[in-house]
């Protein structure tokens, strides 16, 4: 499924990363620690945070993972939207809980830890 389906399917905004919005996502994954991230995030993978700050981009870079997701209204700081823009990396908001964002991604066909 094409990011921007994800996007207009379930009201997501987009903070930075609109260039890349036409990216296959292959899965998803919800977590908030970014070492949990690191080892279990694929790439394809949109990642479900609640996490603001600039080190979700290098995660999320250097898994080559489809975007991030901020949930819970949370926006990004202003130093994780400058890295997100420059390094072309899609970031998305959400005001839904993880646990319901989650659960619409999974109706959507997404599904996380696969081979």
Partial sequence: MKLNDIVQKLGLEVRAGAGALA???RGGYAGDLLSDVIAHGRP????VTLQTHPNTVAVASMNA???IVLVNGREPEAETLQK???ENVVLLVSTLPTFELVGRLYGLGLSGMRT
């Fill in 84 to 86: 997100a823009q420059a």
């Fill in 23 to 25: 990216a296959e996502v």
């Fill in 44 to 47: 394809g993978d949109l990642w």
């Fill in 65 to 67: 993972l489809a975007g």
